[in-house]
């Protein structure tokens, strides 16, 4: 088992993990070769579960600094997502680079039945999308799919040409008493123009927790080997490997323990589902994920940021592979190169700002499930990225009107300005600070009707109150008394409102100014990251831009420009 060891930030050689921050689980990884032009670049991909667009690319030249370059699932024809529960759509993938081929394979499956609570699951038959330009994320086919049902799909090509399938689904032979889920890595041989599959699936890893997922496969010299993510993506997270000198159907030998394993009260936690690589000077390296919570009322706190993508070396001894020095995982990491030091950032810096003179959406917003439509336009107003709210409230499991972005920092602030004069009863706009449609909080404009029929424009806010699906509706501006504040004019269509979100350790803050209106509304980590009642809590937090009507749609825009995160 790993030991726990903390290397110090002097060290030239550590280097600070999560290397993709923010909610980016189940990292899986090819590497191109370099060029007389070009240097070895790597290529990242992590599950996006509910959200579209669907597998986020990354790309990288360090290991260490990675770009959003794309999504290789960003159209209906890929990724159909209607109302599927929290934790489910796009689970953990494989990315593959072929050299011979010059082509990109990712391997991934969709779950559009997830109620593990009753033990409802659906297993997808999973898919491969391919492409021969990955850094054009509209270059990427549309799904070859797979005969085999099951989750975590993973490809691995042999040297005699074969290509087999392995992926987790349950054992169809198991006891009628067992209280294990049973859940075990299967393995095919597939033709892989058609996703046909050549050979009857056959288990070549059940784990002793029960549960054996991420698979991959890969061939280092005389062996090959299984890298197995076992236990649970919660507390009893691990990660296993086995090697065969045979082949890819075993018979699979193993240490008969688990590569390391961080507990539950350590920085980092939950790490496992790894994905093992070579760099261009023949060194091994591992991309895992992990969570590092924080804690509140003496105890560890959900972590809101989610799954995150740590990197660790890997050495070879004796034909095994060995983690980070056989330590445990920890934020600092000795790495094998001189790090450059960053400076620290002040309060107040500038960490992102949307470029709303372009044409096409930003990298990196998101939208929970697939749009039917395109709701919003960076054209129609120049320098305004414009909503047009959506007939679902953001409660339905629908795809409600909502771009989101995800928390990257535990002291960050989002912020934007809005202009939105709703003309009928129901229509709203604002910010939105997102765990899932049972728990949420929002501040913003809405037309509401009052006493006698007479309707108005108001500021209405909602909070998560710890209980999943009970959220609290404020409208701030009516008093107690009856009376109100009214929202001048000109903050509703000329110089608009600043709304935001600041996120801090244990706490949010919702906020609204503009003319004579102040107000924010104070949101507990706690109480926002509560589980869903069907689905898991497998993403992390994130904020946002949203528009909606009730039962009918918005016909008044909400237009948003100045939109930023910066540090706190």
Not at 225 to 239: I, M, R, S
Not at 249 to 261: A, D, F, M, Q, V
Not at 328 to 338: E, K, P, Q, S
Not at 535 to 550: D, E, L, N, P
């Amino acid at each position: 088992m790993a030991s726990s060891d903390v290397p110090a930030l002097d060290d030239p050689v550590v280097f600070e993990n999560p290397v993709i921050r923010g909610f980016n689980p189940d990292p899986t990884v090819c590497v191109v070769p370099a060029t007389a032009t070009s240097p070895a670049t790597y290529f990242l991909s992590t599950s996006t579960f509910e959200f579209f667009p669907g597998c986020a690319i990354y790309a990288s030249t360090d290991l260490r600094t990675w770009k959003l370059i794309g999504h290789a699932l960003n159209r209906r024809s890929q990724i159909d997502l209607r109302t599927v529960e929290p934790g489910a759509g796009s689970w953990a993938s494989t990315l593959r680079y072929r050299p011979d081929e010059k082509r990109f394979y990712l391997a991934n499956g969709v779950f559009h039945r997830y109620r593990p609570a009753t033990d409802e699951r659906i297993f997808p038959r999973g898919f491969y999308v391919y492409t021969d330009n990955i850094w054009d994320e509209s270059a990427w086919s549309d799904p070859i799919y797979f005969d085999n049902p099951g989750f975590d799909q993973d490809l691995f090509w042999d040297d005699d040409g074969k290509v087999y399938l392995s992926t987790t689904t349950r054992l169809a032979v198991r006891p009628l008493d067992s209280k294990l889920k049973d859940f075990a890595i299967h393995i095919s041989e597939i033709d892989l123009q058609t996703g046909r599959t050549l050979t009857a699936p056959i288990v070549i890893r059940e784990s002793p927790h029960g549960i054996a997922e991420g698979s991959h496969i890969i061939k280092r010299r005389d062996w090959y080997y299984l890298f197995t993510a076992e236990g649970g993506t919660e507390a009893g997270h691990q990660e296993w490997c086995l090697r065969s000198k045979v082949g890819p159907l075993g018979p699979w030998e193993g240490s008969g323990k688990p590569l390391w394993y961080n507990g539950p009260d350590e920085e980092v936690q939950r790490t496992g589902h790894a994905d093992v690589f070579e760099d261009a000077q023949g060194r091994w390296w591992a991309v895992l994920l992990g969570v590092r919570p924080v804690r509140g009322g003496g105890k560890w706190l959900e972590p809101q940021l989610g799954r995150e993508s740590f990197l660790v070396k890997v050495d070879w001894i004796d034909d095994w592979p060995v983690f980070n020095d056989g330590h445990n995982i920890t934020l600092l990491t000795r790495g094998r190169d001189h790090v450059p030091r960053a400076h620290t950032s002040e309060p107040g810096t500038l960490v992102w700002q949307d470029a709303l003179n372009e044409q096409k959406l930003e990298l990196g917003w998101y939208q929970k499930n697939t749009p039917l439509k395109i709701s919003y336009s960076l054209t129609e107003r120049p320098g305004f990225l414009r909503l047009y709210g959506g007939p679902y409230e953001l409660s339905s499991p629908e795809a409600p009107t909502m771009l989101l972005r995800k928390q990257t920092s535990y002291r960050e602030r989002f912020k934007t300005r809005l202009v939105f004069n709703p003309r009928k009863q129901g229509y709203e706009a604002g910010v939105v600070l997102w765990w899932n449609q049972y728990s949420y909080a929002t501040i913003g404009i809405a037309r509401i009707s009052r006493e006698g029929g007479v309707q108005e424009t108001t500021l209405l806010c909602r909070a998560p109150t710890g209980c999943a699906g009970d959220i609290s509706i404020v409208y701030p501006l009516v008093k107690q008394d009856g009376s109100r504040v009214e929202l001048e004019a000109e903050a509703m269509e000329t110089t608009g409102l600043e709304l935001a979100v600041e996120c801090r350790p244990t706490s949010y803050k919702l906020s609204v100014t503009g003319g004579s209106v102040s107000h924010s509304v104070e949101v507990p980590a706690e109480k926002l990251t509560v589980a869903p009642p069907v689905g898991a809590c497998f993403t992390g937090v994130m904020y946002g831009i949203y528009s909606c009507g009730k039962g009918e749609p918005v016909l008044d825009a909400a237009d948003f420009w100045d939109i930023d995160v910066r540090t706190l």
